[in-house]
C-alpha cells in the first residue's frame, strides 16, 4: 500500500477541484479506478483510454474543450512529457506499471516505486483515497488479478455474490461476482460514445444486485449490454479453445472483425491451461495484437528482447503483458518468446 501521507494527499488533490477531468484504462482496474474518485466527488467528465495505454499530444484536444482545473490519470502506462508540460494545470497520475520518471506540474503515485514487485492496482490506491464503494474496489482488485486485504470485509457483505471462493481465480471464474467483472471491461467495447452512456449510468449504482439480479432499470440497462457482448465472447471462447497447447505454448489468433476479447481470452486460457504460456492475438490492419499471460514465466525483459528489431512494441506487468508485431514477423516473434522464456 502507499505510505498513509500520499494516500492523504490524493484525496486533498481530490477534494479540491471542480472541474476535474479524468483519463483511465479500458479494463476494470482502469474503469473501477474512475468511478470510485468520479462517485466520491461527484464531478467531472471522462476518457477512456483504448488501443495503447499512453498520454500524449493528440489527447491535448480533449482538455482544452473541457477546460479542467485538474486532471487524474489512472491505470495508464505511460503519460509524455510533451502532454505534462502543455497542460499548464496539475495532473495527479495513479498507476501501477513501469515505473517511469516524469517531472513538471505532476505528482506521480506508484506503488512500484516503494517496492519492484508490488503489483497493487489503481483500483486499491483509489479504495484507500474514498473508502466507499466497496464492490465497485473488489471488482477492480480481482480484474487486475490481485486478492486486496478488504477480501474478508467484502466476503461478510457480500457472501452471496462469490460463495465458496477463496482464490482471485475461484472469484472471477466460478462465482457470481465474475459477471460484474466482466460486465466492467465489456461495456467498454465498441464505439467510445456508447461506453461512456454505460459508464454514466454505472456512475449511479448503488448496489450490485441491480445490476445482476437485474433489480432496476439502470441494472437492466447495463446487464443487456453485457449479455449481448457475452455472446461474442462464449463463440470466440468456443472456437479457441479447439486450438491446443503446443510445446508449452497455447497460442490463439483471430480476425479483426470479431470484437477484441485478447485480454479477457488470455485470462480464461490461463486458467485453463495454467501450465502454458497464453498468447491471444488479433488481427487487425497487418498487426497482430496481443495479450500474453503466463503463470511460471515472467514475460517483460523476454518480450523486449524478442521484439529487438522487429516492427513492434509491447510490455506490462511480470506475467501479464499486451505487444503488437507485424503479421508477417508474428512466427519469427514467437520463435524468440520461447527461446527468451526459456
Known amino acids: 500500500m502507499l ?3 500520499q494516500i492523504e494527499e490524493i484525496r486533498d488533490e481530490l477534494k ?5 477531468l479524468f483519463f483511465f484504462d479500458d479494463d476494470a482496474d482502469g474503469l473501477s ?4 474518485l468520479y462517485r466520491y466527488i461527484k464531478e ?8 495503447i495505454p499512453k498520454i500524449d499530444n493528440k489527447f491535448l484536444r480533449k482538455v482544452k474543450e473541457y477546460e479542467p482545473d485538474k486532471i487524474f490519470i489512472l491505470d495508464i502506462a505511460q503519460v509524455e512529457q510533451g502532454f505534462i508540460d502543455a497542460v499548464k494545470i496539475p495532473i495527479i497520475w495513479i498507476d501501477h506499471h513501469g515505473p517511469f520518471e516524469c517531472s513538471g506540474n505532476i505528482k506521480y503515485f506508484n506503488p512500484r516505486l516503494i517496492k ?3 503489483l497493487l492496482p489503481a483500483t486499491g490506491i483509489c479504495y484507500e483515497v474514498v473508502k466507499q464503494d466497496l464492490w465497485i474496489a473488489m471488482v477492480g482488485c480481482i480484474g487486475d488479478y490481485y486478492m486486496p486485504d478488504f477480501f474478508d470485509e467484502f466476503k461478510k457483505k457480500y457472501a452471496d455474490l462469490i460463495g465458496d471462493s477463496k482464490s482471485v481465480e475461484d472469484i472471477y471464474f466460478n462465482s457470481k461476482f465474475g459477471k460484474l467483472i466482466d460486465l466492467f471491461s465489456f461495456i467498454l ?3 467510445t460514445s456508447d461506453a461512456l452512456k454505460h459508464v454514466k449510468v454505472l456512475t449511479r449504482i448503488k448496489e450490485p444486485y441491480e445490476i445482476l439480479n437485474e433489480e432496476t432499470p439502470q441494472g437492466k440497462f447495463l446487464f443487456k449490454k453485457y449479455k449481448q457482448i457475452n455472446e461474442g465472447y462464449e463463440t470466440l471462447l468456443n472456437e ?4 491446443k497447447p503446443e510445446q508449452g505454448f497455447f497460442i490463439f489468433i483471430y480476425p479483426d472483425n470479431n470484437t477484441s476479447f485478447t485480454s479477457e481470452l488470455s485470462n480464461e486460457l490461463l486458467y485453463r491451461f495454467s501450465d502454458n504460456v497464453i498468447i491471444v492475438g488479433r488481427e487487425k490492419n497487418g498487426d497482430i495484437k496481443m495479450s500474453l499471460r503466463s503463470k511460471h514465466k515472467t514475460i517483460p525483459e523476454a518480450l523486449a528482447r524478442s521484439l529487438a528489431g522487429l516492427e513492434g512494441y509491447g510490455g506490462g506487468h511480470e506475467h501479464a503483458c499486451g505487444a503488437n508485431v507485424k503479421k508477417e ?4 516473434f514467437v520463435k524468440r518468446l520461447r527461446e527468451n522464456l526459456n
Request: proline share 6%; with cysteine; net charge positive.
Open 3 to 5: 505510505p498513509k501521507k
Open 16 to 20: 479540491h477541484c471542480k472541474r476535474p
Open 33 to 36: 479506478s474512475f468511478l470510485l
Open 44 to 51: 467531472g467528465s471522462s476518457v477512456v483510454i483504448k488501443t
Open 116 to 118: 519492484k514487485d508490488l
Open 189 to 191: 467495447k465498441g464505439k
Open 240 to 243: 479457441a479453445l479447439k486450438a
Open 329 to 332: 514477423q508474428f512466427e519469427e
